[in-house]
């Protein structure tokens, strides 16, 4: 499902939500270009995915009490591919 479809089914609070953090993706990745003063990049859709993925599952996790069940369903995600992802973090 392309965002702009996730985004008419949200309310005008979450579609608010999300716009900040793409505005911190965003400035991010423009300093990161800002920064590497002429380097060539490399990776950067990694570096951005785990990046992000990592906070995200923390946060899931404790606002679901650290059950995972619970956090996978918040995510929309398969509690399997949860597990997974937490031993990859290490936050199991």
């Known amino acids: 499902m392309s965002q702009h479809i996730q985004a008419e089914k949200c309310s005008h609070q979450e ?3 999300y716009e900040d953090i793409s505005l911190c993706i965003r400035s991010a ?3 990161y270009f800002l920064d590497l003063n002429g380097e060539k990049p490399n990776a950067i859709y990694d570096m951005v995915i785990k990046s992000a993925e990592r906070p995200m599952l923390e ?3 404790k606002q679901a009490g650290g059950n ?3 956090a996978a369903e918040m995510l929309g995600i398969n509690r399997n591919t949860l ?3 937490l031993i990859e973090f290490n936050l199991i």
Do not use: G
């Open 68 to 70: 995972q069940t619970q």
């Open 59 to 61: 946060i899931v996790l």
């Open 29 to 31: 990745l423009e300093q």
């Open 15 to 17: 579609i608010r939500r």
């Open 83 to 85: 597990r997974k992802k």
